[in-house]
């Protein structure tokens, strides 16, 4: 069964350091999605991306964040400058359409990054 | 705006006892209604849905009822077993809207 992967399973970056969030999204799905969640909070929205360019981004996807797909199959996240509270798990997810009620997404294992 | 409140684990019970998680959601128009679970070391899977006011959605067991009335979707099982040990997330997804909202997650914990 197809399934979304992510890498690495896990990152340790020191404060100030970018870094880059990968994900292999499922081969024939249109719409991406990055969500993360800090420890023992909810897991919350980050962006949805569709058609070369965002579709929706929350609050919390301040200019430190960026989104990109540089060839047919990976989906990244960069953090610029990472900060203590970027400390979470980060899980991608994907879609063949929009609007979840019709058109599941799907949830890769997630990267646990830990900033220091 | 639109939120998912669930009730705290972690839930630990015997095999074969009766479970429910209870979710209680605020949102405007018509959202859908989801339960993800996530196994350990996995990722967040879709276990049911509903779409509307009245559906039930049910997988391996687990059934749940989406109560406009009572803005509600509780999460059930008549009889679990171990391999049912994971962390259930309620979500929810407003109306033409593609991002999902989550509640903060009960731990599951079955006993043999």
């Known amino acids: 069964e197809p399934e979304v992967t992510q890498t690495p399973s896990h990152q340790v970056t020191q404060m100030g350091q970018e870094v880059i969030l990968r994900c292999v999204p499922i081969s024939n799905h249109l719409y991406f999605y990055w969500y993360r969640q800090i420890l023992g909070q909810k897991v919350e929205f980050l962006v949805s991306f569709y058609n070369n360019e965002i579709s929706e981004k929350s609050e919390i996807f301040d200019d430190q964040f960026s989104v990109e797909r540089p060839d047919g199959s990976n989906f990244t996240l960069k953090i610029r400058s990472t900060k203590l509270e970027d400390s979470a798990m980060y899980f991608c997810?994907?879609?063949?359409?929009?609007?979840?009620?019709?058109?599941?997404?799907?949830f890769g294992p997630g990267t646990r990054l830990t900033v220091t | 705006g639109n939120s998912v409140t669930q009730m705290e684990g972690p839930v630990t019970l015997s095999e074969e006892a009766f479970l429910t998680i209870n979710c209680t959601y605020t949102a405007t128009g018509y959202p859908s209604l989801f339960w993800y679970v996530q196994y350990p070391g996995e990722g967040l899977q879709l276990l049911l849905k509903a779409t509307k006011a009245d559906d039930k959605g049910s997988n391996k067991g687990f059934e749940a009822t989406y109560r406009k009335e009572t803005t509600s979707f509780h999460l059930e099982k008549g009889s679990v077993q171990v391999s049912d040990s994971a962390v259930y997330f309620c979500?929810?997804?407003?109306?033409?809207?593609?991002?999902?909202?989550f509640g903060k997650g009960t731990r599951l914990h079955i006993l043999p």
């Open positions: 997810a994907s879609s063949l359409a929009g609007g979840p009620g019709s058109y599941e997404q799907y």
């Open positions: 979500a929810l997804s407003g109306y033409r809207d593609d991002k999902i909202i």
